[in-house]
């Protein structure tokens, strides 16, 4: 207890601080863990939270907790001198700085933020060159789906189906359907996650239903929406939600996939 105390009371008198390229990293929150391996960090990261799971490797990383909620002492055994985190309202985190555990914060809330965020993670653990480099790219791709012509097709992003929720103005989903050149049907609900109804979907008329592939059918939901708005009156597509739910680098993949679903046919 003494020795506990103490390490308090030293981190309160000297805050932590990332003065050289951290080694031993935790990534908080899965959008992190993608950062850092993209920007070819992967080697510095000990520890994840749950759904840490991409690309492969980052399977094999010790599991300190979710993004929600860290077990410190967990975490603490892992020798960590840096932690990137959503918020440090996540239970867990204000005690990890306490005992001198450098946060950084990332929680990307559109492009350029995610940008910013990739080039800190990249001078904090001395990959700048492969951080710009990675940034670089992610611009160039992102330039030239904004240089496509735009299909304005209606599009309902069916963020879940019981109870029904979609995303609204705030959402970050209604910036790539816009940056994908569609609109979002309830972009003027401003509200990120909005409950609707079935009534007010067909009243928005949309042309293009996205369906996350996350527990459920894509089958299913086809045949949901077309005994609703009629059969061969509205097209599908089912993506992976990883990669437009997680603000890290492959949002891009996300986004041009979305693209080509507004501008092309069916995705089945």
């Not at 990137?84 to 350029?112: C, D, W």
Request: glycine share 6%.
């Amino acid at each position: 207890m003494k020795r506990l105390l103490l390490a308090l009371l030293m981190a309160a008198l000297f805050p932590a601080t990332v003065t050289a390229a951290a080694q031993r990293v935790l990534a908080l929150t899965p959008h992190a863990c993608e950062m850092l391996y993209a920007i070819n960090a992967g080697a510095q990261l000990v520890g994840g939270v749950s759904f840490c799971d991409y690309p492969a490797e980052a399977n094999n990383l010790p599991r300190i907790g979710s993004y929600e909620r860290i077990n410190v002492e967990a975490a603490l055994r892992l020798k960590p001198d840096l932690a990137v985190a959503m918020s440090r309202n996540v239970v867990g985190v204000e005690m990890l700085e306490k005992m001198g555990v450098a946060i950084v914060i990332s929680n990307p809330t559109g492009f350029e933020t995610m940008f910013d965020d990739i080039l800190k993670l990249g001078s904090l653990t001395g990959h700048s060159v492969e951080a710009t480099k990675l940034v670089q790219n992610l611009r160039e791709r992102l330039q030239k789906v904004r240089s496509l012509p735009r299909s304005e097709v209606p599009v309902f992003y069916e963020v879940w189906h019981d109870p029904m929720l979609t995303a609204g103005g705030p959402s970050f989903i209604t910036d790539l359907i816009h940056e994908a050149g569609g609109r979002n049907v309830f972009a003027d609900i401003n509200v990120e996650t909005p409950h609707v109804n079935v009534e007010s979907v067909i009243r928005a008329k949309p042309e293009l239903i996205v369906v996350p592939l996350e527990e459920r059918s894509i089958s299913d939901r086809r045949t949901f929406w077309e005994r609703w708005l009629g059969k061969d009156k509205v097209r599908f597509a089912a993506i992976n939600p990883d990669i437009l739910h997680r603000p890290g680098p492959r949002l891009l993949d996300g986004l041009e996939l979305l693209q080509k679903t507004l501008s092309a046919g069916d995705n089945p």
